[in-house]
T-cell receptor, first 117, second 115 residues
């Protein structure tokens, strides 16, 4: 089974509007972290936001917020007031902390976001 | 603070050849991970090095090997290149604290094309 599922290959949003990028995850490990990364055409993965499995409140980082619904195993990224520079690929990722998890991050297939002027 | 740097940025090889990719970790980081990102896919974990020892490996064959040096820089070696090895290879460094919020800092990658 896929550890991270991103069902939106591509999304469009009008400049200054908000957009939600979906992410669901699969793990039986009670301790895990969820991350969102942005990948512009340059290739570098840029960290955006983190949510821990035990965090009670949704994470926020400037214009980015994470809608964490633990029971549904979803961790959607919300970008408010979209800007042209937000156009990029966005990846959801998870790291498990259980025994013998191998220290790896699991990434989804990404969502391509295009901001329209 | 120096970020993660990778070299070369682009590389073209032929099937059967060997390749070495290099990565300098961010200052203060002792852990380096390598990921393969095929076109249109998310990054896939190859392996991780912590203080010069392999510390986790993904589902990649033994012809993918690596090294980490005392200054925590790292190399990824791929032998007997196959066409499917064509991908963006990303190096990421981290602080090695082993906590859930330990994030990865990525380089810009090496684009490898195997002809």
């Amino acid at each position: 089974a896929q550890k991270i599922t991103q069902t939106q290959p591509g999304m469009f949003v009008q400049e200054k509007e908000a957009v939600t990028l979906d992410c669901t995850y699969d793990t039986s490990d009670p301790s895990y972290g969820l991350f969102w990364y942005k990948q512009p055409s340059s290739g570098e993965m840029i960290f955006l936001i983190y949510q821990g499995s035990y965090d009670q409140q949704n994470a926020t980082e400037g214009r980015y917020s994470l809608n964490f619904q633990k029971a549904r195993k979803s961790a959607n990224l919300v970008i408010s007031a979209s800007q042209l520079g937000d156009s990029a690929m966005y990846f959801c990722a998870m790291r498990e902390l259980g025994w013998n998890t191998g220290n790896q991050f699991y990434f989804g297939t990404g969502t391509s976001l295009t901001v329209i002027p | 603070e120096t970020g993660v740097t990778q070299s070369p940025t682009h590389l073209i090889k032929t099937r059967g050849q060997q390749v070495t990719l290099r990565c300098s970790s961010q200052s203060g980081h002792n852990t380096v991970s390598w990921y393969q990102q095929a076109l249109g896919q998310g990054p896939q974990f190859i392996f991780q090095y912590y203080r010069e020892e392999e510390n986790g490996r993904g589902n990649f064959p033994p012809r993918f090997s690596g090294l980490q040096f005392p200054n925590y820089s790292s190399e990824l070696n791929v032998n007997a290149l196959e066409l499917d090895d064509s991908a963006l290879y990303l190096c990421a460094s981290s602080s090695g604290q082993g906590v859930t919020n330990e994030k990865l800092f990525f380089g810009s990658g090496t684009q490898l094309s195997v002809l």
